[in-house]
């Protein structure tokens, strides 16, 4: 498997490649931290585009690794997506970038682009590791917790598998970049920095049980 990112024309990065990053492992890290995703797909007459859960497998089947997204048998972004190029984007911001004029202010963010031939996955094995895969993703640990799903729940669930192989990513982490003829003291510039952030964990009313050690692990994680 390549370790490198964009090994194909539609994932090369042309415009600000001063951000653009070509460590696999850093695309690995990003997505294990990332919980939305975007997926981009035709569904004929028009192209939809919907915030989706996901979770990546480095060592999947697919060519790069894999990149699972559920959803209803009956969606029909899904089932249009079988057999058709894609594109899942994630994002995630880290700051708000002020400078001196209204051209000058970005954000500071760090996103990725995955491309490639999407495949409703079959194999019922396959299945079941993507749909515990991507409840870890959530809460790591959770699925070892949890009833196994019924057969009624795993026929009314698709799962999408896009290869990992064509991606790009790319990170902003600096402050505003003005003009020099600009740049005056007087006026304020910087960067107003986001972090996720969890709460305290609130427990169901028809739950008696404490809360348990996987949660605890995630708002710590978060909470970081």
């Known amino acids: 498997m390549t370790t490198t990112l964009s090994p194909t024309a539609r994932t090369t990065i042309v415009r600000g490649k001063k951000r653009a990053r070509d460590d696999r492992d850093e695309l ?3 997505l294990e931290e990332a919980l939305i995703a975007h997926l981009g797909v035709d569904v004929g007459e028009h192209p939809l585009v ?3 859960a996901f979770a990546t497998d480095v060592t999947g089947p697919d060519d790069g690794g894999t990149l699972y997204i559920h959803g209803s048998v ?5 089932t249009s997506a079988h057999g058709r190029t894609v594109c899942v984007t994630v ?3 880290d700051g708000l970038v002020a400078a001196r004029s209204g051209f000058h202010h970005s954000m500071n963010y760090r996103s990725a682009v995955v491309i490639g031939e999407a495949r409703v996955v079959t194999d019922p094995e396959e299945r079941a590791r993507a749909l515990d895969l991507t409840v870890d993703h959530m809460i790591p640990g959770r699925s070892a917790t949890l009833r196994a799903s019924t057969r009624r729940e ?5 799962v999408l ?3 990992l192989r064509e991606a790009s990513m790319k990170v902003r982490a600096e402050g505003p970049v003005d003009d020099p003829a600009d740049v005056d003291p007087a006026v304020w510039a910087g960067v107003i920095p986001i972090r996720r952030v969890a ?3 609130r427990t169901s009313p028809d739950a008696a ?3 348990p050690g996987d949660i605890r692990r995630r708002v710590q994680h978060l909470a970081r």
């Open 209 to 211: 049980a404490a809360v």
């Open 50 to 52: 919907l915030p989706v």
């Open 199 to 201: 709460e305290e964990p």
């Open 74 to 78: 009956a969606a029909r972004w899904l």
């Open 154 to 158: 795993l026929a009314a669930t698709a």
């Open 28 to 30: 690995h890290q990003f």
């Open 91 to 93: 994002t995630e911001v």
């Open 161 to 163: 598998a896009v290869p």
